[in-house]
């Protein structure tokens, strides 16, 4: 967020190795058959782990991981080392430079806390082998994997946010703070206003986290549909916690100001927590397909492994998209005008107030969004089309009662959430422009995360039976 007149660096020159003169070629080899062993090597490991069902366990699960993150880790360094070797070019761009940092940190951070995981399992399997199984659950070693990738992001985001901030020169001219304008409340209804929101939110997070608990006790719950809906109502809870929380704040204070660091960081997270939401819509949409087009082969095509592999696939892309965004974002310019009339740091806003050249970050919304919600859409109209053509081979009433049953809340939920998005976004409207952004944002920000375990739990018969369930049990154990 510099000024067009400062003077910046646009490039960084890597000095490399200290390798003597005309032994280039030698060192270039050496390097490129380390690389190739450690990728081919490690796929290997995978590819073991993926194929043989003895090596379905704790262990290997996070040893996969392990070798997943050794491959990504070698190469966000070497190849670029390889590369300057064979063309003497020794320079890097201050994007790609940021960019490399940012996943070195990150998957040397993942490597630490895979190994301090990887060392807990090896524990509960020497100290305690007879309650290692129950120990070691799948939803235990999926939790501890996510939670070392949601760590490792934040670290990685931190790390990179100061250097930015260093790399400008400190008499430049540039905002320090923005201010949010929030929601267009009349006055006096500000407390009016706080209680609904904030009524809201709590019902969001503990509704949430009610459906993660009862998948999490209710063994009839431990399916692929709802493995994913786990995951889809823990980002619901972060997604609404990136701006709501913040907003209240304000609401309360009357303290409009957001720092720069804050700003980014809660953009970015914005954006990673709504991209893995479209994702995971998809991912539904395709086991729901898998189930009603295949429902001989549904438990052999949606296996365990395939279904971790799409739920790391989506945090991993979500990861990598918001810091596009992020990177593409702190080279900008804000001279003077620093409020948004919004009540969060949306990146359309920002873009607005910015006195630079922002056709780059245009370009990286088209790319990077036709991938991130475009491809998830079209993905689910596909899923659905192929269930109609489907049920309308052979139609019955038995048969399109199962499929509404079965497809039923996930259809609520998508047309909930891109219905809202369509509607205020594309649609003409009458009212201010600004005003319309707003209330799509607070529609698929906080109505919809709210009402996502309401559309799951009344339209869903095993969520109702898990419920029920679990509210017996704690009348029995208060008798």
């Keep these: 967020m510099r000024p067009e007149n400062q003077s910046s660096v ?25 690389y190739l062993i450690t990728v081919l090597g490690n796929l290997l490991i995978i590819l073991l782990i993926r194929l043989d069902s003895r090596l379905h366990t704790p262990m290997y699960f996070f040893l996969s991981h392990l070798a997943f993150s050794d491959i990504s880790l070698s190469s966000v360094i070497v190849p670029n080392m390889l590369m300057n070797m064979q063309t003497r070019q020794q320079s890097i761009s201050y994007v790609g430079c940021i960019s490399q940092l940012y996943f070195f940190i990150l998957f040397v951070g993942l490597d630490n806390f895979l190994l301090a995981v990887m060392a807990y399992d090896r524990y509960v399997a020497i100290c305690h082998p007879l309650h290692y199984s129950t120990i070691m659950s799948l939803a235990l070693c999926m939790l501890l994997v996510a939670g070392s990738w949601m760590v490792v992001c934040v670290h990685a985001l931190i790390h990179t946010l100061l ?11 540039s905002v320090s703070q ?8 009349p006055p006096g209804q500000q407390g009016v206003f706080f209680t609904l929101f904030l009524s809201m939110y709590l019902t969001t997070v503990l509704g949430n986290l009610l459906i993660i608990l009862l998948i999490r006790l209710d063994s009839r719950l431990h399916t692929p549909m709802y493995f994913f809906l786990g995951h889809l109502a823990f980002s619901d809870v972060c997604f609404s916690s990136v701006t709501v929380p913040k907003m209240l704040v304000n609401m309360q204070t009357q303290d409009q100001s957001i720092p720069y660091a804050g700003c980014v960081t809660q953009m970015y997270f914005f954006v990673f927590f709504g991209c893995i939401d479209n994702i995971l819509l998809a991912v539904m949409a395709y086991d729901r397909y898998v189930a009603i087009c295949h429902p001989l082969q549904y438990t052999t095509i949606m296996g365990k492994k395939l279904c971790t592999s799409l739920v790391a696939v989506s945090w991993l892309f979500s990861c990598s998209s918001a810091m596009s965004h992020t990177l593409s974002l702190v080279r900008l310019s804000f001279c003077a005008d620093n409020t948004i009339p919004h009540f969060f740091c949306d990146l359309a806003a920002l873009l607005k107030l910015s006195c630079s050249d922002i056709s780059i970050n245009e370009l990286v ?45 996930h259809l ?12 205020l976004y594309i649609f003409p409207s009458s009212n201010n422009s600004n005003d319309k952004d707003i209330i799509a944002s607070v529609m698929y920000t906080v109505v919809t995360p709210m009402l996502n375990p309401f559309i799951y739990s009344l339209r869903n018969r095993d969520m109702k039976g898990a419920l029920g369930k679990l509210f017996r049990k704690e009348i029995l154990f208060s008798k």
């Design 10 to 34: 646009s490039e960084f020159l890597l000095l490399g190795l200290p390798i003597p003169p005309g032994q280039q070629g030698v060192f270039f080899t050496l390097f490129l058959s380390m």
């Design 163 to 173: 250097l930015v901030r260093l790399m400008r020169p400190e008499n430049q001219s």
């Design 178 to 185: 923005f201010l949010l304008l929030g929601l267009p409340i």
């Design 365 to 409: 919304i088209f790319t990077v969004g036709a991938l991130g919600i475009i491809i998830p859409l079209t993905g689910i109209l596909a899923s659905y089309v192929r269930i109609g053509v489907s049920i309308l081979r052979v139609p019955s009433t038995k048969g399109i009662c199962k499929a509404l049953s079965t497809c039923g809340s």
């Design 412 to 423: 609520s939920v998508v047309f909930l959430f891109y219905g809202t998005i369509m509607i």
